[in-house]
């Protein structure tokens, strides 16, 4: 396995770079903390396999069509969170997923991280479009995307969960 990829994207306070699998050890406890897994796993606590697998995916979808998921970096090399593009669903579909340590919650570096990704998507992977789909209750998410320009397209019941789907065309 090799980081391939685009170079790192940079932001005033972060480096996103693409994630490796050496990444899973920073990842996984943010990944599975109780704030964190509420909104991105529909409160399941994944596996250190199934990230493991899930960066693989994203190193090939990097190599072979341009995106895939950043690591958000501060002021080391280490993680605190990710963003990017993940299939999603069955049947799959390419949706922008992004989660942050809570420790650093509140700061506007989920908004500074996913303006960066949605940016980079639309102007160098030129996407025509791009989907998020929220949890209802999840109101900081929700702000980032508006902010950003997406509008919900239609509300839904998944496995349970009332879900907004976004969107944002290009
Ligand atoms: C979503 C997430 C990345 C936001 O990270 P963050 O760095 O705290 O976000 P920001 O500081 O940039 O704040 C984003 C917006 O939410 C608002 N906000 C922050 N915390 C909030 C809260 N607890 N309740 C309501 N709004 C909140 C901010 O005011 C800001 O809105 P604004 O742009 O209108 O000012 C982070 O909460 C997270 O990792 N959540 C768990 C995973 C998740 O939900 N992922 C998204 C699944 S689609």
Redesign the pocket.
């Known amino acids: 396995m090799s980081d391939t990829g685009p170079k790192a994207l940079r932001t005033a306070r972060l480096v996103l770079r693409p994630l490796a699998a050496r990444d899973v050890d920073a990842l996984h406890p943010i990944l599975t903390s109780t704030?964190?897994r509420?909104?991105?796993f529909d409160g399941e606590t994944v596996s250190r396999d199934f990230l493991a697998a899930a960066i693989d995916a994203s190193i090939r979808n990097f190599a072979d069509r341009g995106w895939g998921l950043f690591g958000i970096t501060l002021e080391d090399d280490v993680p605190q969170?990710l963003c990017g593009f993940h299939m999603v669903g069955t049947p799959a579909e390419r949706q922008?997923?992004?989660?942050?340590a809570?420790a650093?919650?509140?700061?506007?570096?989920?908004?500074?991280a996913?303006g960066a990704v949605v940016k980079h998507a639309l102007d160098v992977c030129g996407m025509k479009s791009i989907v998020?789909?929220?949890?209802a209750p999840?109101?900081?998410?929700i702000?980032?995307l508006r902010?950003l320009g997406f509008e919900p397209e239609v509300r839904l019941v998944e496995r349970g969960r009332d879900v907004i789907r976004h969107v944002l065309r290009g």
Do not use: C, K
């Not at 922008?96 to 942050?100: D, G, T």
């Open positions: 704030s964190v509420r909104f991105l969170g922008l997923v992004y989660a942050l809570p650093i919650w509140g700061q506007g570096l989920g908004g500074e996913v998020a789909a929220v949890d999840n109101t900081a998410s702000a980032i902010r």
